[in-house]
């Protein structure tokens, strides 16, 4: 395997978790300007399913500035509330608040596994960047969270308009790479990260989790290197 091989990694989920995630989130936030709202975690984020660009990976949005994609999600998380009994009213102010509440720092956690994982890849010479279905600001979110130094580029679906497994989200990662020798990709979904990869022609390894579909995995990022000695990239 070259030293040169490029290492895609997703992002929540992979590198670091929201304590929240979008529904507890929207849900806390509900509550805060609505304290007797009944809805439940469960009911939230079963509201909140088939509104998302990642749902709809099939169908691109290239050019969609910050601001507009957040006024799609905005609208898609008033309408949940709506629909679960929340006011018009407060249910504007809840989602109204979502975008910064999300995007604090400190309500994530990077794994443990991952700077020691990340150094010892480097060291190696690898090319590390990070594919993410995920907001416009997680460049800027990463960078909060303490990872200046080891990606070298960002790809988040928010600004590049391409969700995995949508083929066109790897290939415009590997062409801004500048179409690497040899790549990997790295994800806790297997459909997305694992599956998606491998059908674009990227060996997929799903990581923190168990899938039979997944024709390699690891428990953590720990065990990147022995996988990544196994057989060569892309």
Known sequence: MSPSTAILFDFDGTLATNSGRWSRVLLGLAREVEPSFPATVEEVRAELQGGFPWHSPEVAHPGLSPS????????????????????????????????????????????????????????AGHRLAILSNHVPELPDLVAALGFDGFFEAVFTSGRTGHEKPNPEAFALALRELGRPAQAWMVGDNVVADVLGAEAAGIPGILVRGEDPRAPRRCADLRGLPELLRSGAGR
């Open 68 to 123: 507009d994609w957040w006024e799609i999600m905005t609208g898609h998380l008033r309408r949940a509330l709506v629909t679960l009994g929340l006011a018009p009213s407060p249910a504007s102010e809840a989602s109204a608040r979502f975008r910064s509440r999300y995007l604090d720092p400190a309500d994530w956690r990077v794994y443990p596994d991952v700077f020691p994982a990340l150094d010892g890849l480097r060291a």
